[in-house]
């Protein structure tokens, strides 16, 4: 399996030790989502721009029969591997424009009284964080030190 | 942050800095090697996925004809378990595993410099604590 384009979009839960730390995997999360985004945009963009002028016809194949419970294209696969793109990039902007806002307001999630000890579980449903657990019933775990006197085995 | 994985515990040991000296003209590179080493790990940052740790080891030679000092850091990738199994020593008489594992790494920078400065060169050997 090779994947072609598009970005895994992760449900469940995570934890944090830090705020700062969520906020820096949200960004991370955005960066991503929007380097996919501008990617498969370009791909389309530069489609229309070499079939000059001939609109939304060049993306959408006709090729698409009912099989089962699926859509299969068996006869137009250019177009129907564009009109793929063109549908991810249709369904990525809503879930680039959440995770903006999440990441805008989160100043106000930050203003917070977050007890210091506290740790973060961030609930994510489909790439985009919806939720977020302020714990203080599982800390931090204290900073790790070790200091011993060893030999080597002869 | 931390997922469920199925993989090991990942490390990245670095050198950050060296510092090898000849102590006695009298050391001797066939001399038997019988070394003891003074260890520190402390935590540099941590989140759910992953610890870093400096670390500074100092190996005298016994007697003290050559002394190593090397630190860096040590980075461990994994589950919140497998980096706390990572870190803890078994019992009171061993290392914790990370320990034994930024030896192994830094092994072969130390033989090479106590070649060179023909000094006994450490074992490769697990580690004990001196009593």
């Known amino acids: 399996m090779i994947q072609e384009t598009g970005t895994d979009l992760y449900s469940g839960i995570l934890r944090f030790y830090a705020l700062n730390d969520v906020r820096k995997y949200m960004k991370e999360l955005l960066e991503r989502y929007q380097r996919e985004y501008d990617r498969s945009s370009n791909v389309i963009g530069s489609l229309l721009r070499a079939e000059g002028g001939k609109g939304m016809e060049v993306i959408m194949s006709k090729g698409w029969a009912k099989v089962g419970a699926m859509f299969v294209d068996v006869t137009d696969p250019e177009k129907g591997g564009m009109e793929l793109t063109f549908q991810l990039v249709t369904e990525m902007r809503p879930r680039i424009a959440k995770t903006e806002e999440v990441l805008k307001t989160f100043e106000s999630v930050e203003s917070l009284p977050i007890p210091t000890e506290a740790t973060f579980l961030l609930y994510l449903h489909g790439g985009i964080p919806e939720r977020l657990v302020i714990d203080t019933t599982e800390p931090k775990p204290e900073a790790y030190v070790h200091k011993g006197e060893y030999a080597t085995i002869q | ?131």
């Open chain 2, 1 to 131: 942050m931390a997922d469920e994985r199925e993989d090991v515990l990942e490390v990245t040991v670095l050198i950050e800095d060296v510092d090898a000296a000849r102590l006695s003209e009298k050391a001797n590179e066939n001399a038997a090697s019988n070394y003891s080493l003074n260890v520190s790990l402390a935590e540099r940052d941590r989140s759910t996925e992953h610890l870093v740790l400096s670390y500074s080891m100092e190996l005298t030679s016994q007697p003290p004809t050559a002394r190593f000092k090397i630190s860096g850091s040590a980075t461990l990738k994994g589950t919140r378990d497998e980096i706390k199994e990572g870190i803890s020593a078994p019992d009171s008489n061993r290392p914790p595993p990370i320990l034994v594992v930024i030896y192994e790494r830094i092994y072969g920078t130390m033989y090479l410099l106590a070649g060179a400065l023909k000094v006994p060169r450490p074992m490769p050997n697990l580690l004990k604590k001196s009593s």
